[in-house]
Nanobody, 126 residues
Framework: QVQLVESGGGLVQAGGSLRLSCAAS????????MGWFRQAPGKEREFVAA????????SYADSVKGRFTISRDNAENTVYLQVNSLKPEDTAIYSC???????????????????WGQGTQVTVSS
């Protein structure tokens, strides 16, 4: 049974930082590209960041470039999202997702991902 479990969310002031984690089980983690997405109330899910199977490639939404960093530890079956310089508009539920792939690329389209976590809430106060 595949499980993706996020943690690390919380309430922070604008300008603060958090480190989100997503622990995967029930799959061969190194065969999966990983992504982070977020969804704010009343808005559609949006791409945040993605990382390839071996971490050679990464991609970020323009809105988070220079502030967020995605990384992964294939030995620990975990993907991370370091979020810095947080803004109130970053408030959302952040979810990780896994995409089975043979290739070293990344994907920013939600429907291309095979497995999803439940998400962790990030709230940024002004």
């Amino acid at each position: 049974q595949v499980q993706l479990v996020e943690s690390g969310g919380g309430l922070v002031q604008a300008g603060g930082s958090l480190r989100l984690s997503c622990a995967a089980s029930g799959l061969t983690f190194s065969n999966y590209a990983m992504g982070w997405f977020r969804q704010a109330p009343g808005k559609e899910r949006e791409f945040v960041a993605a990382i390839s199977r071996s971490a050679i490639s990464t991609s970020y939404a323009d809105s988070v470039k220079g502030r967020f960093t995605i990384s992964r530890d294939n030995a620990e079956n975990t993907v991370y999202l370091q979020v810095n310089s947080l803004k109130p508009e970053d408030t959302a539920i952040y979810s990780c997702a896994a995409k089975l792939t043979r290739y070293s690329g990344v994907d920013y389209i939600p429907r291309e991902y095979d497995w999803w976590g439940q998400g962790t809430q990030v709230t940024v106060s002004s």
